[in-house]
């Protein structure tokens, strides 16, 4: 056999699936992972195909072409420069390293610098899509090295899930773009979940309806406005039994969310560059205190609510508003991730395209949306927009869709029903369109006890005042 096109380190499913990807396409790959079961694994799937995998490094490395292109599928962390370090000592200039894992974008920026000085070229790449993208098409968000990237191109464009002939894939931008870009998926695809699961707990507990009704209601709006992989996801899971036991499943899982950091990381770092995504916040926080179980059920004992109610209304008024106020949410935390991706790239000299990162988040990603289609459009045609609410596409929506999100919010408040992500994207939405807000009160305040000192609206400059003393 002459030597592979690719190298695969880490043979998990992602990893695996991936190089079958790739080989359908035509690409030779070469596997590597320390676990021979896995390596074993792979060797079965691609018997007949150009593949193989190995548990020797050396042998790996190899067994590519060179200048090597090494793609990486393994736990973010340590382990990325741990395996880094293996790989080192049989590489040679110009060989390509790309992390396909959800690394933190700082990592990758240092990594980058590290390797470049080694006549390495390093690449950020994130990959999203789950199990079944990776396998047969998912959305691919590489970033760093053009010269690095150019050689790859035509591989992720091959391997990259198509919507209406276009792959869904491009290249994102300077140093850790990729992984940026993948983290604000992340983060846009917790607040979805959260709206989602919020939705759920009204139609649950408040209009009472079954987990039939519920699926078919999920089910109609994954076919309207909605129409998105996460609101088919929740359709189905609305009809999968309990293997071991009677029921849907739904019922039996418990409700503590578990999350691997990427919502937060991206939480902190909008907190960093400064730009309010309270949407994402709501939901990181969420995922926090449902897996405060113990507690919860404990302070739960000590609590009576007085006065809760159930739908009395229509039930089919009552949908039709949760619609509307979840479509409202969906925009406002696609427009809360992609002002604060706007924000970084400026920050962190990117020059990220929003209207092509959106364009590549159509298909294949857990994101994927028709109104991402919409998205796409609003910022090719305004590439300067601030906002997603502000494009009139959008507008035309959200200046109906906001009253049913109040009035969602207010049944929601009375009946003790948490839903801190649909809140937050009702306080972000008047806060944005708001000319005032009541923040001369904290310049005062800050003036008062710190001598922070405050600007005027009525002429420049920056000033303190002598505060009158509390008077008792
Ligand atoms: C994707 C997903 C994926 C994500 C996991 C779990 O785009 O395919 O975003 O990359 O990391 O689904 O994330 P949490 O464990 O943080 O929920």
Redo the contacts with the bound molecule.
């Keep these: 056999m002459s030597a592979y096109s690719y190298g695969m380190v880490g043979l998990g499913t992602m990893g695996c699936n991936l190089v079958l990807n790739m080989s359908d396409h035509g690409y030779s790959v070469a596997g590597y992972d320390k676990d021979a079961t896995k390596t074993d694994a792979l060797n079965k799937l691609g018997a007949g195909k150009q593949i193989m995998a190995t548990t020797d490094v050396k042998a790996f490395v190899q067994s590519l072409e060179v200048p090597r292109v090494i793609m990486l599928l393994v736990p973010a962390g340590k382990i990325v420069d741990y395996v880094i370090a293996d790989l080192k000592p049989f590489l040679s200039d110009h060989d390509i390293i790309i992390d396909c894992g ?1 690394s933190h974008f700082t990592d990758t920026q240092i990594r980058i610098d590290t390797l470049v000085k080694e006549n390495l070229h390093f690449m950020g790449l994130g ?4 199990e079944t ?1 990776a396998r047969f098409g998912p959305s691919i968000m590489p970033g760093g090295d053009v010269e690095a990237y150019n050689r790859v191109a035509p591989m992720l464009q091959a391997i990259a899930a198509k919507v209406n002939g276009d792959a869904c894939t491009a290249y994102m931008g300077n140093g850790s773009a990729g992984h940026y870009v ?1 983290m604000v ?2 983060g846009i ?2 607040a979805i979940m959260q709206l989602i699961s919020e939705c759920y707990h009204l139609l649950k507990n408040y209009a009472g309806l079954s987990n039939d009704e519920l699926h078919q209601v999920f089910d109609t709006w994954s076919k309207g406005k909605l129409q998105s992989f996460l609101m088919e996801i929740t359709a189905a899971v609305f009809t999968q039994n309990d293997d071991a036991g009677n029921g849907l499943l739904i019922d039996k899982i418990a409700d503590t969310a ?6 937060a990381w991206m939480s902190q770092d909008a907190m960093n560059i400064g730009y309010p995504i309270p949407a994402i916040d709501a939901a990181v926080s969420q995922r926090i205190l449902s897996s405060m179980k113990a507690e919860r059920v404990a302070a739960a004992n000590t609590y009576q609510i007085e006065n809760l109610q159930t739908l009395t209304g229509n039930k089919t008024d009552f949908i039709n508003q949760l619609e509307d106020a979840l479509h409202a949410g969906y925009i406002i935390s696609y427009a809360q991730g992609l002002a604060m991706l706007q924000l970084a790239s400026d920050t962190y000299k990117y020059n990220v395209n929003i209207a092509t990162v959106a364009s590549i988040w159509r298909g294949g ?2 994101i994927r949306a028709a109104m991402l289609e919409d998205i796409t459009e609003a910022f090719t045609q305004q590439p300067g927009l601030k906002n997603l609410m502000l494009a009139a596409s959008f507008q035309k929506y959200l200046s109906k869709e906001v009253y049913s999100l109040k009035g969602i919010l207010k049944t929601a408040i009375n009946q003790a029903i948490p839903t801190p992500a649909l809140s937050a994207c009702m306080h972000y939405y008047d806060s944005y369109f708001s000319a005032w807000l009541p923040a001369n009160l904290i310049q005062a305040q800050r003036d008062f006890f710190g001598a922070h000192t405050y600007e005027r609206n009525d002429k420049d400059g920056v000033f303190h005042t002598n505060w009158n003393q509390i008077i008792r």
Excluded: A, D, F
């Design positions: 959800n990959v999203s899509g789950g993208g993948k998926h992340n695809e917790y578990h999350q691997k950091g990427t919502g990603c857990i």
